[in-house]
C-alpha cells in the first residue's frame, strides 16, 4: 500500500533510532541500482510489445521505496481523455492510470466524487491482479477490456489509496499480503501493458452492491478493516464443502467471503443451519457478517462455493450441492476469512 508522508517520517524516525546505519547497506543499494537497470532496459522492450500502450505515452516510473527493503511502488501514467468518457452504473470516471510493467507494486491514489467509488481494471493478456488496502488482500482475473473489479465504500473528498500487482494468471497464488510480499521479492517485474479505471459518485444500477445503502435501502455491512484474520481459505467454485478450522481468543467472530471470475453462492456451514450468501455481486469487495466460536477452543466451519452456472441455491446439504453442480463446470474463485472482533 502507498505510505503517507506521516508513515514514512514514522519509519525514518524508527529506523534512525539507534543512530547507526545497516551494515548491509552498501549491498543492498549496489541490488537495487542493478534492478533498477534491469527493469529500464525492459521497460524499452515493453514500448513495442502491445499497441494499447500508446494511450499512455510513457515508460513506466518507479516511486521511492518504502524504507522496509520492498522494491519501490510503481507509478502510472495517467490518460488525460479517461474523466471524459461514458459514466458506468451512474459513477462518473474519475481516473485511469495506464502501466507498461507487472510483476511489481504500483501505488494508486484517487479523490472520490462520491459515497461509492468502483475499480476496474483492463490487461493485455490473461493475469491476476492481486489489490492490498488497509492491510488485507483481495484478487480478481484481467483479461482484455472486460475484466473484474470491485467497488468500495467512499467519502467525497476523503483520499483513497491502495497498491496494486499484477501476476501472471497461472502463477502461484498468495493469500495474505505477506505471501504477496514475498513472491514479489522473489521474481523480477515484466513487460506487460495494463490499466486501472476509476469511477465514482452514486450507484445508479441494482447489480451495485452498494445501491440499496445508498439509496437508503439496507444498511452497510461491517468492515473487517484493523482487524486480524486467523483463518483463511481460497479455492475454485465447484460445489465441494472445504473445512476451514480456527481458534478464537473471543467468542464472537467476523467472517468474509469474496466471489470472482464467476463463482456466485457461497454455502456455509457450522453448528446451526447452513447460511447462503449470494456473493457474485460483491465481487473482491466480498460479503461480511459476524458470528460466534468457543473461545480457545478449535472451531470447525465448512464452506462450499458454487459457480453462476449451478443457478438459484435454496439447500446447503452435500446432495444438493452435488445435484447443483451436475452438468456444471467449476468456474471462479473464492476466498474465506475469519477475523477476530
Not at 176 to 183: D, G, P, W
Request: hydrophobic residues 40%; positive net charge; charged residues 20%.
Amino acid at each position: 500500500m502507498p505510505y503517507s508522508l506521516e508513515d514514512l517520517t514514522e519509519v525514518m524516525e524508527t529506523r534512525s533510532a539507534g543512530g547507526r546505519p545497516s551494515p548491509d547497506l552498501l549491498p543492498h543499494v549496489r541490488r537495487r541500482i542493478r534492478r533498477g537497470n534491469r527493469r529500464r532496459a525492459a521497460g524499452g522492450a515493453a514500448g513495442t510489445a502491445l499497441a494499447v500502450a500508446a494511450a499512455f505515452g510513457a515508460v513506466q516510473q518507479f516511486g521511492q521505496a518504502s524504507g522496509d527493503g520492498a522494491p519501490p511502488a510503481m507509478t502510472g501514467v495517467a490518460d488525460a481523455a479517461f474523466p471524459t468518457s461514458p459514466p458506468r452504473e451512474g459513477l462518473d470516471p474519475l481516473q485511469e492510470l495506464g502501466f507498461r510493467m507487472a510483476g511489481a507494486k504500483a501505488g494508486v491514489r484517487f479523490t472520490p466524487t462520491g459515497p461509492v467509488s468502483m475499480i476496474t481494471f483492463r490487461c493485455s493478456g490473461r493475469f491476476r491482479v492481486y489489490q492490498v488496502r488497509n492491510g488485507t488482500l483481495s484478487s480478481v482475473g484481467c483479461e482484455g477490456s472486460n475484466s473484474g473489479g470491485g467497488y468500495l465504500r467512499t467519502t467525497s473528498g476523503r483520499p483513497v489509496a491502495f497498491s496494486v500487482a499484477i501476476l501472471p494468471f497461472a502463477a502461484p497464488q498468495p493469500s495474505s499480503v505477506a505471501e504477496l510480499e514475498r513472491y514479489l521479492a522473489a521474481h523480477e517485474p515484466f513487460p506487460a501493458t495494463w490499466s486501472v479505471r476509476i469511477y465514482s459518485g452514486a450507484c445508479a444500477t441494482s447489480s451495485c452492491p452498494f445501491h440499496k445503502a445508498v439509496q437508503g435501502g439496507d444498511a452497510e455491512q461491517p468492515s473487517v478493516q484493523g482487524l486480524r484474520r486467523i483463518a483463511w481459505a481460497n479455492h475454485i467454485a465447484d460445489g465441494r464443502p472445504r473445512t476451514i478450522a480456527f481458534t478464537p481468543s473471543g467468542g464472537t467472530v467476523r467472517f468474509r467471503v469474496t466471489c470472482v471470475d464467476g463463482a456466485a453462492v457461497a454455502v456455509v456451514r457450522g453448528a446451526g443451519r447452513p447460511k447462503i450468501v449470494e456473493c457474485e455481486r460483491a465481487e473482491s469487495v466480498g460479503v461480511v457478517w459476524d458470528g460466534t466460536g468457543e473461545p480457545g477452543e478449535r472451531n470447525r466451519l465448512t464452506v462450499a462455493v458454487l459457480p453462476a452456472e449451478a443457478g438459484t441455491v435454496t439447500k446447503g446439504d452435500d446432495a444438493s450441492l452435488v445435484a447443483k453442480m451436475k452438468g456444471v463446470t467449476p468456474a471462479g474463485k473464492w476466498g474465506f476469512g475469519v477475523y477476530e472482533r
